[in-house]
C-alpha cells in the first residue's frame, strides 16, 4: 500500500504561481509513474502531467508551456509548478502513482484561482 499526501493548494489570482507537492510512503518511489490529476465542480477527473520513471513528461493540452511536472526520488516527492493561473484552473488537484496494475491516489488538495 503506497499512501500519498498533497499539499501546496490554496487561493491565487489570476496570472500568479503556486507549487503543488505530493508525498510518497514507498522505498520504491522510483519505479512509479507520477501524475497530476485535476477535477472541477460538475466536471470529470482529467489528467493534467505524467512524469515516467525515465522522467518523461506529458501534459493536458491546456496546460502545456504554464505547468512543469517534476520528481525527486531521494525525497520520494512529485511536484507540479503552475505558473499563469487561470480561473479555468480552479479544481480539486490529485496526485497518483502508477506502477504496472497498481495504483494510488492522494486524497487530494484545492485549487482556487480568483481575484
Known amino acids: 500500500q503506497v499512501q500519498l499526501v498533497e499539499s501546496g493548494g490554496g487561493l491565487v489570482q489570476p496570472g500568479g504561481s503556486l507549487r503543488l507537492s505530493c508525498a510518497a510512503s514507498?522505498?520504491?518511489?522510483?519505479?512509479?509513474?507520477m501524475s497530476w490529476y485535476r477535477q472541477a465542480p460538475g466536471k470529470q477527473r482529467e489528467l493534467v502531467a505524467t512524469i515516467t520513471s525515465r522522467t518523461n513528461t506529458n501534459y493536458a493540452d491546456s496546460v502545456k508551456g504554464r505547468f512543469t511536472i517534476s520528481r525527486d526520488n531521494a525525497k520520494n516527492t512529485v511536484y507540479l509548478q503552475m505558473n499563469s493561473l487561470k480561473p479555468e484552473d480552479t479544481a480539486v488537484y490529485y496526485c497518483n502513482a502508477q506502477r504496472v496494475v497498481l495504483e494510488y491516489w492522494g486524497p487530494g488538495t484545492q485549487v482556487t484561482v480568483s481575484s
Open positions: 514507498t522505498i520504491a518511489f522510483s519505479l512509479y509513474a
